[in-house]
């Protein structure tokens, strides 16, 4: 299944300035995107049009196309387009349901909303919870986990609704390195697995992690897009305020110096 | 998963955790929550309806006292609904033992206020209203989780968002307790003084309630859309994984507290209880 955006612009109610311009980003099946950017770039706001909370939930004036498998989606309702696309966002915490008593509660949240079969949300929860490795995690009270557990239980409500594609939006933001490490650790598993996902981020170790293509916007454009590895090592990075990831900046650190990058690489792989 | 197109596929056969719907550890604790809730509620609005002191002094005993003690948590109750009716009690005794109107009959006096006999009756039969009321709330909160009675509730037709919105309100509230702790702790940490007298500890609430209430407000954005990602705003009815047991006998039992407790606000309403 893929979802593409043909020239999506979209305006916030009550502002005259665009927030996004002439966007056109295709996410096929099995694919990670990464979308990369400043503050205020327009990068929640590609994940909010994408996943069609923009403007269904949220007001405002769209343009463009959005389609799934070339068919249109502006006319479906939240709720169905809930089961092609998830959206998960920064804050672990705000994406608790807050009724759920236990974790297995929570997940089960999304696929009781659709009033599926009994067995069909048990089997999608179990499912979601094994996927992410949480399985030992469901008779726990959400509210009492940690930053980390609370985003991978977020993730597995979303997978619970079996959409094609996952928009994440900032997924680590708000985690400490312990956390970051085991929502990237669950999502490479997720990509290995062949998971469709557009995740937003400003740790660019992440996006090296995860995509196999990265988008950079700024002021609301797409300026920069193609593999990942060319993208975070694209000299204009930082001055279109995203921090190249590690490896990036020493490799350009070791050529400022005069080095020969290919150390480093032989190093690494001697390491 | 790449085969289909979707993120996850369906394994069969791993049935509902035997963790939902777990039996309660008594037979007060297994009864349905809408019994339990209508034994609350009618004890309640009784005791209101009663009057005078031994009216509701029974239904303590009865309906409060004798199920805290066969569901184990007797101790629990004294202590969380004392805390409970506490500041209402306080005033109450105050009040009608100093100032009620036309008592002749002194007890002590300390200055010019007189404690009278008529106000210490009037008083005693006002805090046995107060106690069963928070008894009956207390005991129903120990001995139920909300959101079993919500699920029941959904069962028997509860709208799903009504359904929600009850529970959320529930589980809210400790929620912002934890938030305030949180803060409060982030701003003791900046130097913020909530130790010591009233009028300080007053100072000090001020930096704690306007991050509290505006995180929360904060937070609604986010969670609304959450909620709709996953079909939340889908009209009609949603599918629940459990709902607690309920039995023949237990209907029978509520529509008698139901119809015990129209006489007695008959009776009431008619002169005919003292």
């Not at chain 1, 804050?91 to 009033?115: I, K, R």
């Not at chain 1, 997924?171 to 956390?179: E, I, S, V, Y």
């Not at chain 2, 106000?119 to 207390?138: C, F, K, P």
């Amino acid at each position: 299944m893929t979802l593409t955006l043909t020239g999506v612009g979209y305006r916030y109610a009550g502002t005259s300035d665009a927030a996004l311009l002439d966007i056109d980003l295709e996410l096929r099946s099995g694919e990670v995107v990464g979308l990369a950017g400043a503050s205020e770039s327009g990068k929640t706001t590609l994940c909010l049009v994408t996943s069609g909370l923009a403007p269904r939930a949220i007001g405002g004036l769209l343009r463009g196309r959005i389609t799934i498998d070339g068919t249109d989606v502006d006319a479906w309702p939240m709720h169905r387009l809930s089961q092609e696309i998830g959206i998960g966002f920064q804050s672990p915490a705000s994406q608790l349901s807050q009724v759920a008593g236990t974790v297995f509660e929570e997940v089960a949240f999304g696929p009781m909303n659709l009033a599926l079969p009994r067995d069909d949300v048990l089997d999608r929860t179990w499912e979601a919870l094994e996927t992410l490795v949480i399985r030992d995690l469901a008779d726990r009270d959400p509210r009492r986990l940690s930053g980390g557990q609370q985003q991978l239980v977020a993730i597995a409500g979303l997978l619970a609704m079996r959409p094609a594609h996952l928009i994440l939006d900032e997924p680590t933001a708000q985690l400490d390195p312990q956390g970051t490490r085991l929502v990237t650790e669950a999502l490479a598993r997720l990509a290995a697995n062949g998971a469709s996902i557009l995740v937003a981020e400003q740790k660019t170790e992440v996006l090296a992690a995860l995509a196999s293509r990265t988008v950079v916007l700024e002021a609301g454009r797409m300026v920069l897009a193609g593999a990942t590895g060319e993208v975070l090592g694209d000299p204009r990075l930082p001055e279109l305020g995203v921090t190249p990831p590690a490896a990036v900046r020493l490799r350009h650190a070791a050529r400022d110096a005069g080095l020969d990058a290919r150390m480093l690489d032989e190093v690494h792989a001697g390491g | 998963m790449a085969r289909s197109g979707r993120l996850s596929e369906a394994t069969a056969g791993r049935g509902l955790p035997d963790f939902l719907g777990r039996p309660g550890p008594t037979a007060y604790h297994r009864l349905n929550p809408l019994t339990k809730a209508t034994i609350a509620t009618t004890t309640a609005i009784a005791a209101v309806a009663l009057g005078g002191l031994i009216g509701p002094a029974v239904l303590v005993a009865v309906a409060v006292v004798g199920p805290a003690i066969a569901a184990g948590v007797l101790r629990d109750l004294v202590r969380t609904s004392v805390l409970l009716a506490l500041p209402i009690a306080i005033s109450a005794l105050l009040v009608n033992l100093f100032f009620f109107p036309g008592g002749e009959g002194e007890l002590f006096r300390i200055g010019p206020i007189v404690a009278t006999e008529e106000g210490l009756g009037l008083a005693l039969e006002i805090l046995a209203r107060i106690m069963a009321i928070s008894g009956a709330v207390t005991l129903f909160y120990l001995t139920t989780r909300p959101s079993d009675l919500v699920i029941d509730l959904e069962r028997r037709g509860m709208g799903s968002r009504v359904a929600f919105v009850a529970n959320a309100s529930v589980q809210t509230v400790p929620a912002m307790v934890e938030r305030a702790g949180q803060i409060t702790d982030a701003q003791r940490a900046r130097g913020l003084d909530t130790e010591g007298g009233v009028l300080r500890r007053l100072r000090g609430i001020v930096p704690i309630v306007g991050p509290v209430i505006l995180g929360s407000i904060a937070e609604v954005e986010e969670r609304s859309m959450a909620l709709e990602a996953r079909g939340f705003a889908r009209p009609g009815r949603r599918t629940l994984l459990w709902a607690p047991a309920d039995r023949r006998v237990e209907a029978l039992i509520r529509w008698g507290l139901l119809a015990a407790l129209v006489a007695v606000i008959a009776l009431r309403i008619s002169g005919r209880l003292p």
